[in-house]
């Protein structure tokens, strides 16, 4: 059964920083893409930022220059999520998202449980 364990979400001062993780686990054989998205209170869940098996990255409009996404060659099932200059616009839960393939099925979409990410003075 796959899983995707998010953490490191929390209240920061605006213009703070947090780093958020994400790692997926299970019989896991191959990950083609994976992400981070957002949901304010109220809004609809957005995307944040991507990256994909070829070490591509995609990111929303809100969040280039202050958000990086990453992960290490160590350990392909983890991703990162920088985020510097934080504005009270930020706050969300924020989701992990993977598409990947586990147990010698097709790809599919998986989502983590959500962090809560609170900027606010």
């Known amino acids: 059964q796959v899983q995707l364990v998010e953490s490191g979400g929390g209240l920061v001062q605006p213009g703070g920083s947090l780093r958020l993780s994400c790692t997926a686990s299970g019989n896991i054989n191959s990950i083609s893409i994976m992400g981070w998205y957002r949901q304010a209170p109220g809004k609809q869940r957005e995307l944040v930022a991507t990256?994909?098996?070829?070490?591509?990255?995609?990111y929303a409009d809100s969040v280039k220059g202050r958000f990086t996404i990453s992960r290490t060659n160590s350990d392909r099932n983890t991703v990162f999520l920088q985020m510097n200059s934080l504005k009270p616009d930020d706050t969300a839960v924020y989701y992990c998202n993977a598409y990947l393939s586990a147990d010698r099925r097709d790809l599919q979409y998986y989502w983590g449980q959500g962090t809560q990410v609170i900027v606010s003075s």
């Open positions: 990256l994909n098996a070829g070490a591509m990255t995609n």
